[in-house]
C-alpha cells in the first residue's frame, strides 16, 4: 500500500512559475515510477510527465516538454514537478501516481493515485 499528498499548486500569472510535490509513504516508496497527470474540467486525463525508481529515466508529454522538470528525491520520498512559463491551457489539477515497474505514459498503468492540487494560470 502507498500514499501519495501532492502539493504547490495555487493561482499563478501566465509566464510564471509552480513546483508541485509529491510525498509518498507507506512501504518502500522509492521502488514506484512516479507519474503526474493533469485533468481540466470537460478533458480527459492527460499525462504530463513521469520518472523512473531511480530517476534516470524520464518522460514528458509533447505539451510541456521544454517547460516543465520531473525529478525525485527517493531520500525524501518526493517527487518534484518544476513547471516553467506556464500558460493558461496548463489550468488542471495536477494528480501524482505510483506503478510499480518502469516509466508508463498511460493513466491506467498506475495504480496509486494523490487527491490532487489545482493549478490555475490567469492574469
Known amino acids: 500500500q502507498l500514499d501519495l499528498a501532492e502539493s504547490g499548486g495555487g493561482l499563478v500569472q501566465p509566464g510564471g512559475s509552480l513546483r508541485l510535490s509529491c510525498v509518498a509513504s507507506g512501504y518502500l516508496p522509492s521502488a514506484y515510477a512516479i507519474g503526474w497527470f493533469r485533468q481540466a474540467p470537460g478533458k480527459e486525463r492527460e499525462s504530463v510527465a513521469a520518472i523512473s525508481r531511480s530517476g534516470l529515466g524520464t518522460y514528458y508529454g509533447q505539451s510541456v516538454k521544454g517547460r516543465f522538470t520531473i525529478s525525485r528525491d527517493n531520500a525524501k520520498n518526493t517527487v518534484y514537478l518544476q513547471m516553467n512559463g506556464l500558460k493558461p491551457e496548463d489550468t488542471a489539477v495536477y494528480y501524482c501516481?505510483?506503478?510499480?515497474?518502469?516509466?508508463?505514459?498511460?493513466?491506467?498503468?498506475?495504480?496509486?493515485w494523490g487527491q490532487g492540487t489545482q493549478v490555475t494560470v490567469s492574469s
Open positions: 501516481a505510483a506503478r510499480g515497474g518502469g516509466v508508463g505514459e498511460i493513466w491506467s498503468q498506475y495504480e496509486y
